[in-house]
């Protein structure tokens, strides 16, 4: 199992997510990757450029999940978990 670490801007995210309708489907979503972070389905995609390494993952048709995986630590990072289209 891998060890979960939130970003300043995931903590931030969490708030808007408690307030949404989408708070149970990104708890669910946390706990598969934490199992692991490759589980398919939902599809995932690696990213390119600034987030060059990083997996996102998609909550609804606007909010993704984006996540590091550090294998060495056994953990995840998880990089935000609102929209990236603002």
Do not use: C
């Amino acid at each position: 199992m891998y060890q979960l670490y939130f970003t300043q801007r995931a903590k931030k995210d969490a708030d808007l997510i408690k307030k949404s309708n989408l708070k149970d489907k990104v708890l669910k979503l946390l706990d598969s990757i934490s199992k692991d972070p490759y589980f398919y389905p939902p599809e995932f995609e690696f990213l390119k450029g600034e987030l060059t390494n990083a997996i996102s993952r998609r909550i609804n048709k606007q909010h993704r999940l984006v996540y590091q995986v550090l294998e060495k630590e056994k953990a995840i990072k998880i990089i935000m978990m609102w929209t990236h289209y603002e």
